[in-house]
């Protein structure tokens, strides 16, 4: 049975503190470049932010309805004005920490337990509040800090200019996506059957290989656009393109409507930009393989470009420290990458009699609305 402990308790109360500040310091940025009359970066951060916060509250409100769907429609207009204010998801961090504390501090589970039991039932609503948070958070990671990141290292590469705010955003931004990589794996793990805890071990590899990927990226986009803005438009725009085309091809069903599971594609596209997702669960080797090979060409490339065609501008971003810096972490995280899918990674998402369980009768189909929102969510 699932089990939500105090580990999971704090990893909980950190990642609302790390949401919070990362709130604050993106205002705190964006009003010290409206101070230094930058206003294009200051409209860009501001941009970042709305855009993540529609889209996880269009989704939030959404859970929220297809969960509650037959009960008091009151409740649901309260939820939708609190979404429509920007703020569902601190109702559903209250829910989280409410069922958390009771799971992880008040209640105590038998093993021979019924799902239905009241212990088994607190421990089961505490691990599908904190998976939907999670699942929240990948999709403001990637919509929202993880370009902030390539903004800020681009500000820096092109202007030289060093202040705290800018150091604040950039170390803000590696703990949230340190942050919600390993607490949206905890949710993956402990939905899916007969699989270990994720251990200490574990997060620390999966950690890397998410930040040093996606930091060679970053430094990689961040290089190409130094060149030519019109070109990194051009090569992100296609990428997603390719990403949101894989999307269409897989057949997701995550979403109940046809519009909201299109703008769930959408957003898988604008993810598979910056890191491979394995999006309805089955074996990616072949797809990984491709992806960061891809990802490793066009890295060589931008490097290549420059080491032949401006060497005025290698001198002025000190290109030796950042084409180290790319090839390092793309080196290292590849290799995190590997022992990470040789040693610790899941070989199975669901077993055929549960799946088959899930869907007979209307029951069942209700049990799979309730846990099993995750399984059709993109995986890892």
């Known amino acids: 049975m699932m089990k939500f402990t105090k580990q999971n308790f704090i990893f909980l109360v950190g990642g609302i503190i790390i949401y919070v500040v990362d709130i604050g310091v993106d205002f705190w940025v964006a009003s010290k470049y409206f101070c230094q009359g930058q206003y294009c970066w200051g409209i860009l951060i501001l941009c970042f932010r709305g855009l993540s916060s529609l889209i996880t509250q269009v989704f939030s409100y959404e859970w929220f309805r297809n969960d509650w769907e037959g009960t008091d429609t009151g409740k649901l207009k309260w939820i939708f004005l609190v979404h429509l204010f920007q703020c569902g998801i601190f109702i559903r961090y209250w829910f989280a920490l409410k069922y958390g504390c009771q799971a992880a501090f008040k209640q105590k589970s038998s093993g021979d337990a019924s799902e239905r039991d009241p212990p088994n039932f607190i421990q089961k609503q505490a691990v599908d509040a904190v998976a939907d948070i999670n699942m929240l958070r990948v999709f403001k990671t990637f919509l929202e800090t993880t370009p902030q990141l390539f903004v800020q290292i681009y500000i820096l590469m092109e202007h030289g200019k060093n202040n705290f705010c800018q150091y604040a955003a950039i170390i803000t931004s590696f703990c949230s996506i340190s942050f919600s990589t390993v607490d949206y794996q905890i949710s993956l793990r402990k939905s899916l059957p007969d699989k270990d805890e994720f251990r200490v071990l574990p997060k620390l590899v999966y950690v890397f290989y998410k930040l040093l990927t996606i930091t060679s990226w970053i430094l990689s986009i961040s290089l190409i656009t130094l060149l030519n803005v019109r070109s990194s438009v051009i090569l992100l725009i296609f990428l997603w393109i390719c990403g949101f085309t894989w999307t269409l091809k897989q057949h997701t069903t995550f979403c109940k ?41 066009i890295t060589l490339g931008i490097l290549f470009v420059y080491m032949f065609w401006k060497p005025s501008i290698i001198k002025e971003i000190h290109f030796t420290i950042v084409s180290i810096l790319t090839i390092l972490s793309l080196v290292l995280g590849i290799i995190f990458l ?34 099993g929102r995750f399984q059709n969510f993109i995986m890892q």
């Open 257 to 297: 409507s046809k519009k909201m599971e299109y703008l769930y594609r959408t957003v898988v596209g604008i993810i598979l930009i910056f890191t491979f997702f394995n999006i309805k669960g089955r074996k990616t080797k072949v797809c990984i393989s491709i992806y960061y090979a891809t990802h490793t060409i």
């Open 338 to 371: 590997v022992v990470y899918y040789r040693l610790f990674h899941p070989t199975a998402y669901c077993r055929p009699q549960a799946c088959s369980d899930e869907v007979d009768g209307q029951a069942g189909q209700k049990d799979r609305v309730e846990i």
